[in-house]
């Protein structure tokens, strides 16, 4: 993890008081990032006030920036709210849970930061710079039903491969760093010119939790052998999830590549996924994204 997050000039949209509340929000993200991780105390305190500072400043910059957006008549306004809406009232209250359940453990803080400064970065540089009309929205597709069968469907099936109920904390995951991560692309063809990329991303502990069940072993690293066992349960996975996501179902698999963060970066950078989700399963975090 970073131990600071430093404000570029080329972060500013060009409205002084959106720019101004992001280099709040950044200099609240700094100020917890600077916990010691060996004062359990200190770090229960720096990250318990900091989360509630940041949510409630956050809340106030949402509803300032849409009101914003609402002046100049932005028509990207309703995916953008949709994008402030989803963290707001998904992942922000999520990460905070997960935290206080933990007793602010190093791996929950982790996910807090992770994510939180990966959305403040790619948000403002993307969707906030969208607004001003220096780039396009990413973020162009609507919450539908067929999304709302798809998370019923992933959530069914790390039940049954896991044995866990999997909460799901977003529905805009952008590729943020949850921690140390392992991921796949799948890519999937029906009929001749009709392709899917998905892309699964497991926290390395959720995957070592999976292995080792399997194995009935415990391994502390992910190893290629690891990494080429999770390989197969992402195949097995989607399988499943095809099972009761007909959609999904008529495609066939191609090829599996491992990414690299950086590679998943690229690859989210190019165009975001027309649905993509982030998962609590308790045991460490997945992301499931679906481009066509």
Known sequence: MTTKILWHDRFNIGVESVDKAHQRLFSIVNKMLNYDQEDEKGRQWVCGEGIKYFKSYTLKHFADEEAYMKSINYSGYAAHKRVHDD??????????RDMIESDYSVESVQHFLGICIGWLTGHIMLEDHAITGRISNKWKYER?????????????????????????????YAGEDFGKRICYR???????????????????????????????????????????????????????VGSYYNSLGMYKLEKVNLLSTDQLSQDFGKEYPQYSMLFNTGVGYLALSIKI
């Open 87 to 96: 963290l707001k009232e998904k992942t922000l209250p999520a990460l905070e």
């Open 186 to 240: 799948l890519n999937y063809r029906y009929e001749e010119n009709k392709r899917i990329h998905v892309f699964f991303v497991l926290e390395e502990r959720l995957l070592l939790h999976i292995i080792n069940q399997l194995l009935g072993k415990q391994l502390t690293k992910v190893s290629k052998v690891v990494a080429d066992a999770g390989s197969l349960i992402t195949q097995q996975f989607m399988k499943r």
């Open 144 to 172: 539908t039903e067929e999304l709302s069968v798809l998370e019923e469907a992933a959530a069914r099936v790390i039940k049954e491969l896991l044995g866990v109920e999997a909460q799901v904390i977003s529905e805009h």
